[in-house]
């Protein structure tokens, strides 16, 4: 069974610092990854995809993906209070028969 | 462009009750997932369909969950009997890519499901 794991946090940040957040994931097929993010009572939004090895930068974020390390990341630079949330990696093994298999999210608390 | 719509957004049921949730998609989305969310977990797959076909149901508890999609647009989910550990939030989401891992999945705000 795929698995995905994420450290659940809380994780604390101050107002401006660069917000890390870590994912792996088993199953090395998995060809595409995703970053959610969630709000307390709100639904995930999707904030980032990442398909190649490498960075993928978006404004403020950054997904980084190490296939070979099984390993995705995202940065969030100039972390603000309205960052603060769940984010959820999600990585999805390809092919039209995968949905996507989410962690459990890291709690993240960007302090002012 | 109106978003994926879910019903009901809360509701309170009694163990060994019944409850459905309804859930219409982004217009032209093919792809359909429900997903159920525990508090404190990550979102898990119960099922995908595929226009009205179902592509995987791997991890859909089926002697108690059931789903459909007819005519490949709207979706309901059922659960019959409950049972306590049922409490959860259960999302629908879409997606346009026919087949194909799209990965932008748009999320419905969810059925939040209480079992006493």
């Known amino acids: 069974q795929k698995e995905v794991e994420q450290n659940s946090g809380p994780l604390s940040v101050p107002e401006g610092a660069i917000a890390s957040l870590n994912c792996t994931y088993s199953?090395?097929?998995?060809?595409?990854f995703f970053w959610y993010r969630q709000y307390s009572g709100k639904s995930p939004e999707l904030i980032m995809s990442?398909?190649?090895?490498g960075d993928k930068e978006d404004g403020r974020f950054t997904a980084q993906l190490n296939k070979a390390s099984q390993y995705v990341s995202l940065l969030i630079r100039d972390s603000q209070p309205s960052d603060s949330a769940t984010y959820l990696c999600?990585?999805?093994?390809?092919?039209?028969?995968?949905?996507?298999?989410f962690g459990k999210g890291t709690h993240l608390i960007i302090q002012p | 462009e109106a978003g994926v719509a879910q019903s009901p957004r809360y509701k309170i049921i009694e163990k060994r009750q019944s409850v459905a949730f309804w859930c219409n998609p982004i217009s032209g989305h093919a792809t359909l997932y429900w997903y159920q969310q525990i508090l404190g977990q990550g979102p898990k797959l119960l099922i995908q369909?595929?226009?009205?076909?179902?592509?995987?149901d791997s991890q859909l508890p089926k002697d108690r969950f059931s789903a459909e999609r007819l005519k490949g647009v709207d979706s309901t989910l059922k659960i019959q009997p409950a049972k306590l550990e049922d409490s959860a939030v259960y999302l629908c989401a879409s997606s346009l890519v026919a087949g194909g891992a799209g990965g932008e999945l748009f999320f419905g705000e969810g059925s939040r499901l209480t079992v006493l």
């Open positions: 369909f595929q226009n009205n076909g179902v592509v995987d």
């Open positions: 199953d090395r097929g998995s060809q595409s």
């Open positions: 990442i398909y190649s090895n």
């Open positions: 999600a990585v999805n093994g390809g092919g039209g028969a995968d949905g996507l298999t």
